[in-house]
């Protein structure tokens, strides 16, 4: 198996390139478990944010799985925090300063900006079944393109597990 490395390019290019990496990664692998590790470490490993993992939905709470990074909040509940919300309200919410969306949970400290994207069931439902937290510590971190290709990554890893 190759390794992943940080690569160089714009963001577009970089994210490219990743999409590429991950199809590879999933091939062949149903385990939504397996694929979420490995998503989470390829995102980590190519853009070196703070913290990246998922939050699974588990009756009325995320529980954490798969990351990358420093000890994080283990269970969040549902509409609290950036993760809870993007949940809720079942859509990516992108936050520029942590520090100023209501209710943050700070896990860390160092975390300065954030972005939470959905992942949905396969079936008709379409029902929130995880969410993809990624941390920066610096603020203002993310914007469009992140969130288009990390919605991208999230759906393509719905539909194929």
């Given at each position: 198996?190759e390794?992943l490395?940080?690569?160089?390019?714009?963001?577009?290019?970089?994210?490219?390139?990743?999409?590429?990496?991950?199809?590879?990664?999933?091939?062949?692998?149903?385990?939504?478990?397996?694929?979420l590790?490995n998503?989470?470490?390829?995102?980590?490993?190519?853009f070196g944010f703070?913290?990246?993992?998922?939050?699974?939905?588990?009756?009325?709470?995320?529980?954490?799985g798969?990351?990358?990074?420093?000890?994080?909040?283990?269970?969040?509940?549902?509409?609290?925090?950036?993760?809870?919300?993007?949940?809720?309200?079942?859509?990516?919410?992108?936050?520029?300063?942590?520090?100023?969306?209501?209710?943050?949970i700070?896990?860390?400290?160092?975390?300065?900006?954030?972005?939470?994207?959905?992942?949905?069931?396969?079936?008709?439902?379409?029902?929130?079944?995880?969410?993809l937290?990624i941390?920066?510590?610096?603020?203002?971190?993310?914007?469009?393109?992140d969130?288009?290709?990390?919605?991208?990554?999230?759906?393509?890893?719905?539909?194929?597990?």
């Amino acid at each position: 198996m190759e390794t992943l490395q940080i690569k160089t390019g714009t963001k577009e290019e970089m994210y490219k390139t990743l999409v590429q990496q991950l199809h590879g990664l999933w091939e062949g692998e149903t385990d939504l478990i397996a694929n979420l590790a490995n998503t989470a470490a390829a995102i980590h490993q190519t853009f070196g944010f703070h913290w990246v993992g998922f939050y699974r939905v588990v009756g009325e709470q995320l529980v954490l799985g798969p990351f990358q990074g420093p000890i994080a909040c283990t269970r969040i509940a549902f509409g609290k925090g950036v993760c809870g919300t993007a949940w809720k309200e079942a859509k990516t919410q992108l936050v520029p300063d942590v520090d100023l969306f209501p209710g943050h949970i700070a896990c860390s400290a160092l975390s300065r900006s954030e972005i939470v994207v959905p992942v949905f069931s396969s079936d008709y439902q379409k029902q929130v079944v995880a969410v993809l937290d990624i941390d920066s510590s610096s603020l203002n971190d993310f914007d469009e393109t992140d969130q288009r290709f990390l919605e991208k990554i999230c759906l393509e890893l719905s539909n194929g597990t």
